[in-house]
């Protein structure tokens, strides 16, 4: 067992080292704050680099379309912010349609988001489709596709985010597990398993985990683990630049540099999040296999190499909670619901501008925690 000899403040004490708490603490430090991360087990250990790496505004719920947006301005430019591509590739997300109806849908969903002042998502015919993705099924009639959207390699993400942090002098402690908070006068003093930690302000990015750290600051804030799962292929020889997914049906497809496919989309196995283990649901892994080479008959030819699961936190209504908590100096950014990496680099700006500010330059007001408040 470690001996708890770690002692120390800060400006801001960042429970969580995912993306958004590696985001968040590269923010406030920029702004000047002395930020400490505490992390129970290794920084990026979960959801963080084990997603899919999808960059997508495309079928963003309506309230995140302004986040999702500003963040896909950061991502188009991330080399500035952390002094790494972390692997990001802009082509486009196309998300199939095989039915009239699907059309239909399609055509409706990409009016809402006109409606609500972007232009991002197009409606694309079939032989639009066919030029850009030739290797579609002939059975797809057209697709929503938005350009710039596309993929990064989330391992080498988190990794950038953690250097630069280091960098502009935030501390990391890993290893070290939130048991407990108190209030002390104006400060927080945060326990864990290597040390105590006191600041004025607390930000909770402990993803699946959020809603226990909630519990400890007052706030009743449910939040599911569940195990969204993921396949990876062989290498094969290059046959599509562009993230696909399909509309109605859990999936999203890409192939990488590197010549394999990852094939996911919303299929999920069991999350143990008291023990850090997930099951894999194979019927769920059967099914992509199978959606795959409905809309890819190349995938037919593939070999599967391997599967896994992420632990991932995700709220009741599917969009996470970011806000400030009814305690002083509290502050939440937990349950992104599968789909948070893509929104990691603004998240992290809101963020630090909640804490500094006490104010968002974007609209939040949708995530707030009240919304759950009987
Ligand atoms: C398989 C899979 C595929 C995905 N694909 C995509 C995708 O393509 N595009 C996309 O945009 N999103 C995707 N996501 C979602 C995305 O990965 C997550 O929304 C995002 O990484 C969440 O980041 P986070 O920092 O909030 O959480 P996490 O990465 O889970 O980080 C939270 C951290 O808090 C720590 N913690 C918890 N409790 C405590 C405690 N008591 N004390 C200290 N530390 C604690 C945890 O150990 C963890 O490291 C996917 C997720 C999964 C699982």
């Known amino acids: 067992m470690k001996s708890s000899s770690n002692s120390a403040t800060a400006d801001t004490i960042v429970i969580g080292g995912g993306l958004h708490g590696c985001s968040t603490a590269l923010?406030?430090?920029?702004?000047?704050?002395?930020?400490?991360?505490?992390?129970k087990d290794r920084v990026g250990r979960h959801a963080s680099s084990a997603?899919?790496?999808?960059?997508?505004?495309?079928?963003?719920?309506?309230?995140?379309?302004?986040?999702?947006?500003?963040?896909?301005?950061?991502?188009?430019n991330i080399e500035a912010l952390v002094d790494d591509d972390c692997g990001f590739v802009a082509s486009y997300q196309?998300?199939?349609?095989?039915?009239?109806?699907?059309?239909?849908?399609?055509?409706?969903?990409?009016?809402?988001?006109?409606?609500?002042?972007?232009?991002?998502?197009?409606?694309?015919?079939?032989?639009?489709?066919?030029?850009?993705?030739?290797?579609v099924s002939p059975a797809c009639i057209g697709a929503m596709a938005v350009k710039g959207d596309g993929f990064a390699n989330p391992f080498q993400t988190i990794k950038a985010f953690h250097q630069k942090c280091k960098q502009l002098g935030v501390t990391?402690?890993?290893?070290?597990?939130?048991?407990?908070?108190?209030?002390?006068?104006?400060?927080w003093s945060v326990?864990?398993?290597?040390?105590t930690f006191v600041a004025p302000n607390i930000v909770n990015c402990a993803g699946a985990w959020g809603g226990k750290i909630a519990a400890m600051l007052g706030d009743d804030l449910h939040v599911e683990a569940r195990a969204p799962m993921l396949i990876i292929t062989e290498k094969m020889p290059h046959f599509i630049d562009c993230v696909a997914g399909a509309q109605g049906i859990p999936f999203s497809f890409k192939q990488f540099p590197?010549?394999?496919?990852?094939?996911?989309?919303?299929?999920?196995?069991?999350?143990?999040?008291?023990?850090?283990?997930?099951?894999?649901?194979f019927e769920g892994l059967a099914t992509y296999a199978k959606t795959a080479q409905?809309?890819?008959p190349i995938m037919k030819n593939a070999k599967i190499v391997r599967c896994w699961a992420g632990i991932e936190g995700f709220m009741p209504d599917g969009i996470p909670v970011i806000g400030a908590g009814q305690a002083d100096n509290v502050f939440h950014s937990f349950g992104y619901s599968a789909?948070?990496?893509?929104?990691?680099?603004?998240?992290?700006?809101?963020?630090?501008?909640?804490?500094?500010?006490?104010?968002?330059?974007?609209?939040?007001?949708?995530?707030?925690?009240?919304?759950?408040?009987?």
């Open 294 to 296: 409905r809309y890819f």
């Open 339 to 374: 789909h948070g990496y893509q929104m990691g680099p603004v998240c992290g700006k809101i963020l630090s501008e909640l804490v500094i500010d006490k104010a968002s330059t974007l609209p939040i007001a949708p995530f707030a925690p009240t919304r759950f408040a009987a």
């Open 191 to 195: 326990q864990t398993a290597d040390g």
């Open 94 to 135: 196309v998300k199939l349609a095989d039915t009239d109806e699907q059309m239909d849908q399609l055509r409706a969903r990409a009016q809402q988001v006109r409606d609500i002042g972007f232009e991002h998502e197009h409606i694309i015919d079939q032989q639009t489709l066919r030029d850009l993705v030739p290797a």
């Open 258 to 281: 590197n010549g394999t496919v990852l094939i996911g989309g919303g299929h999920v196995g069991t999350a143990h999040p008291d023990i850090n283990k997930t099951d894999l649901n």
């Open 172 to 187: 990391f402690h890993e290893g070290s597990g939130v048991d407990r908070i108190e209030r002390a006068g104006t400060e």
């Open 51 to 76: 997603n899919a790496g999808g960059v997508r505004r495309l079928g963003r719920a309506l309230p995140e379309v302004p986040l999702s947006a500003a963040s896909a301005q950061m991502w188009q």
């Open 27 to 39: 923010h406030l430090a920029l702004r000047g704050m002395k930020v400490i991360v505490v992390e």
